[in-house]
């Protein structure tokens, strides 16, 4: 009977032990989305995201002792394409959250799949959603009225008392129409114009010259990355002297380059991340833009040039801490819990520092940027300098 009892314990332990062994073996890796767009009129941002991203992944792999999968899509600059992706990666994948993509309209149309699906969304374009359209997204780039207020505030400083506004014909362009509302009026700045185009056009002759003619003492654009040039093309064509003024979604090479000569002397604002050398060394973004810069080196062969892989990066950390506090609730990754445990983490984030920004989130704000996530460049020579 002793010898049947002890063979039933070794017996026992044994099966103790081989479970735990097999918990170990099957911990599940955790999964991270991205759709980006590496074709079509938005790719001028969303390869330099994807530059951003391979950054990231050379940064830290891992959370916690499990390897991060990271599963990549192109969303051709499609919104349609973009929720397609996103509905594959998360019933195909079995992704927990979703990092994307180049163009706020995208981000818009991911952002209903992962309401849908309750998937976490970081998203690396301007998009922002109310209520609970929005609560499961959170929103990495600087909102569009924190960003204007800084350009508005440069031009009551220089004197200007009338504004011509042309901007995209679409989610972007309204953002900072908007925003330009709302700042313009209080500063003693009469808006004259509200000018539209779409990403893809070829020329905004026409809506340019409806702008020279009414003479403002400055333009401002609603645009972002190559497609943002052919405004200031145009002015410039039309022997426009007024002063220009931009986004921080102008802030890449491909933007200068088409540009030239009609974009010197923009002014813009932008994330610290931009002139990260030029900051201050008691400024905490100062050290993770240095990193970024030295991990984004590893990962590319070059050093960085734009402003958007930096917002990867930041979705990046974001997620690292995130993720780290989501599995301290002992959920498993691949299940609504971890879902829902992840995103209960990154709304919850509270003063973490990135590249762009001092990032602290709430449940009912998708924005997580502050003052201290903004500063004013001018373009000289073709590089972006600070505006003190």
């Known amino acids: 009977m002793k010898v049947l009892n002890r063979f039933r314990a070794l017996a026992g332990l044994a099966v103790g032990l081989g479970a735990l062994s097999a918990a170990g073996a099957w911990a599940a890796d955790l999964k991270v989305g991205f759709i980006t767009s590496l074709s079509g009129p938005v790719s001028s941002l ?37 929720a397609r992706n996103a509905r594959k990666m998360i019933d195909e994948d079995k992704v927990d959250v979703i990092i994307g993509t180049a163009g706020s309209p995208g981000a818009l149309a991911i952002a209903g799949v992962a309401r849908e699906t309750k998937t976490p969304l970081i998203s690396i374009a301007n998009a922002n959603l109310p209520g609970e359209e929005g609560a499961w997204m959170v929103t990495l780039p600087q909102p569009a009225p924190l960003m204007v207020s800084a350009v508005v505030e440069r031009m009551k400083k220089s004197g200007v008392k009338t504004v011509g506004y042309i901007g995209f014909s679409d989610a972007w362009g309204d953002l900072v129409y908007d925003a330009l509302q709302k700042s313009a009026e209080p500063a003693g700045i009469k808006i004259v114009s509200n000018e539209r185009y779409a990403r893809a056009d070829s020329s905004v002759t026409g809506q340019v010259l409806k702008i020279v003619a009414l003479r403002p003492d400055a333009v401002i654009t609603g645009t972002s990355g190559t497609p943002g040039a052919l405004p200031y093309l145009a002015l410039a064509e039309r022997g426009y002297k007024g002063q220009i003024y931009g986004m921080h979604a102008l802030i890449n090479p491909d933007f200068v380059r088409v540009g030239g000569a009609s974009v010197e002397g923009l002014l813009a604002p932008t994330g610290p991340v931009i002139v990260a050398e030029q900051l201050p060394d008691a400024n ?28 990867t990066f930041d979705a990046w950390l974001l997620y690292l801490d995130a993720a780290q506090r989501a599995l301290a609730t002992k959920a498993e990754p691949g299940t609504p ?19 762009h ?21 001018k373009l000289e020579k073709g590089q972006w300098k600070l505006v003190p």
């Open 284 to 311: 905490p973004i100062r050290k993770v833009s240095m990193d970024f810069r030295a991990a984004y080196q590893k990962a590319n062969g070059a050093p960085p040039t734009d402003a958007f892989s930096a917002y």
């Open 46 to 82: 969303g390869i330099p995201y994807e530059k951003g991203m391979k950054a990231a992944i050379a940064y830290k792999a891992d959370v916690g002792g499990r390897k991060i999968q990271l599963v990549q899509l192109d969303d051709a600059s499609d919104p349609s394409t973009a």
């Open 357 to 377: 920004s001092v990032y602290n989130f709430k449940p009912t704000d998708r924005y997580g940027s502050d003052e201290r996530s903004r500063v004013v460049v």
């Open 337 to 355: 819990q971890f879902r829902l445990a992840l995103r209960d983490a990154i709304v919850s984030t509270k003063e973490l520092v990135g590249t």
